[in-house]
């Protein structure tokens, strides 16, 4: 590989350097000795051009008598051997220049080599940084793309289950205003049949009167003329008072009974004012009450007032569930149910135990709910189940509005709270109640409520049952 020119300038640059100086000191010489024609037009700079030393280079090639000049008074110790050699053209002064432009060569290739393998390096290290940073970047990336996704899913999670919410919140404030509507409705009437109630009551105290005004004056009527009968006439008045009152009661248990449904209603729309709403439905009630004892005062008859004896507290009778039913039958169980305003309580594990004793008590409490959901539903009765526990009357399983459900108190049994609750309620509401425990049959018994068993409630499901067979 023979040397470019660039690189064996590079090995003579000293000779040629010290030619220039040769020359300049010339020109400063007395006599002065003139440089080269080539070289006064390099030697005039103070900063000499590019080209310069190939300038130089040309003129020792042409000119021997400068060459050796410059190599007499340039000290060649201080020269290298290539520079040298270029001064003397001694034999084999070629070679020797080019071997070392080929060293030089060499050396910058190495060079070359050693700044491109240490730029690779460097450029691998960068590359490999910067794989790292984006492969950091990418995993990040990922990473907030599934936690975006998580997001995404539980926001549309959300969203569905809040568009299920205000559905169920919408049909439950539905069925409280027509609950409310009924409500009223059924004040109306009740305000009707006690002002209907009132004018018969009066006109009974009026056609006594008359009767007996009557009675007194019989003897004076003309043997012609047939005297009227006061005591049909009075006992037709009688019998339109009494059922009109019958009437206003039955109209005051619908409107307790719905007063009761729309208290459940609020209750469960809004459980923070839990109570509030029964109050005030007992509240209505006893308005009611006060209403019709106010009747009671208004034109009742002196006798009439004197079949109650002044102070006794009404007393609440079992309800009787009409002609051609046995007692203890499906039917029966059926009628009893159906009553307008009856409130059943079951005594909750002493029911399950014997209608689904093998299951586990979560279970047992789920399958008695689930049953009495499609009883209350059928029948429209409103059931009250309780369970023997120590959470405080928090509900034992989800249920239905008509079925509601508490566990006692800690140390308190499901049966005293029955025994308890029956014996609180207005004597006016009729009461049933399905539990197989003496002491519990026998405590409601004595405050008027019906009696049913688990057995009952089995055959109801099941759907018939012997016309024979007693509870």
């Not at 053209?89 to 393998?117: I, N, S, Y």
Request: proline content about 5%; charged content about 30%.
């Amino acid at each position: 590989m023979s040397p470019g020119p660039s690189s064996e300038d590079r090995v003579v640059r000293p000779a040629l350097e010290a030619a220039l100086a040769v020359a300049e000191a010339g020109m400063n010489e007395d006599p002065q000795r003139r440089p080269p024609r080539g070289l006064q037009a390099v030697l005039g700079f103070h900063k000499r051009p590019s080209t310069a030393l190939t300038a130089v280079k040309r003129v020792l090639d042409r000119d021997d008598e400068f060459r050796e000049l410059v190599a007499e008074r340039t000290d060649t110790t201080a020269l290298s051997s290539a520079a040298e050699a270029f001064l003397r053209r001694d034999e084999g002064w070629r070679d020797v220049v080019t071997q070392a432009a080929r060293v030089l060569e060499d050396a910058a290739a190495d060079d070359r080599e050693r700044d491109a393998e240490r730029s690779a390096l460097e450029l691998a290290a960068e590359l490999r940084t910067r794989a790292e940073v984006a492969e950091a970047a990418r995993t990040a990336g990922e990473a907030e793309l599934k936690r975006l996704g998580d997001v995404e899913r539980r926001l549309a999670d959300a969203m569905t289950r809040s568009a299920e919410l205000a559905s169920a919140n919408e049909a439950l404030f539905e069925e409280r205003r027509r609950a409310v509507r009924e409500l009223a409705d059924e004040r109306r009437r009740l305000g009707e049949r006690t002002a209907e109630v009132r004018e018969l009551r009066l006109a009974l105290a009026e056609a006594e009167r008359l009767s007996d005004v009557a009675s007194q004056r019989g003897n004076d009527q003309s043997a012609g003329t047939p005297p009227d009968d006061p005591a049909a006439d009075l006992e037709q008045q009688r019998e339109r008072a009494d059922h009109a009152e019958a009437v206003g009661r039955s109209t005051a248990q619908e409107v307790q009974r719905l007063a009761l449904e729309l208290a459940a209603l609020a209750e469960h729309l809004n459980p923070d004012s839990a109570g509030k709403p029964a109050a005030a439905a007992t509240d209505d009630a006893a308005v009611t009450d006060n209403a019709a004892a106010s009747d009671d005062a208004v034109g009742r008859p002196a006798d009439a007032g004197a079949r109650r004896s002044p102070g006794a507290s009404p007393r609440r009778r079992p309800v009787r569930v009409g002609r051609g039913l046995r007692e203890g039958t499906t039917a029966a169980t059926r009628a009893l149910l159906e009553t307008p305003g009856l409130v059943m309580w079951v005594d909750g594990y002493n029911v399950t135990m014997a209608l689904w004793g093998d299951l586990a008590l979560p279970a047992q409490r789920e399958a008695l709910v689930r049953s009495l959901s499609g009883v209350a539903t059928a029948c429209g009765t409103h059931i009250r189940v309780v369970f023997d526990g120590d959470t405080g009357g928090a509900p034992a399983v989800t249920a239905p509005l008509r079925v509601r459900v508490t566990f006692t108190e800690a140390g308190v049994e499901a049966d005293d709270d029955i025994i308890d609750e029956v014996a609180a309620t207005d004597p006016s509401i009729p009461v049933a109640v399905m539990s197989a425990d003496r002491r519990v049959r026998d405590g409601v018994s004595a405050c008027g409520a019906n009696l049913l068993s688990p057995n009952d409630l089995r055959d109801l499901l099941s759907g018939a049952r012997p016309s024979g067979a007693g509870s």
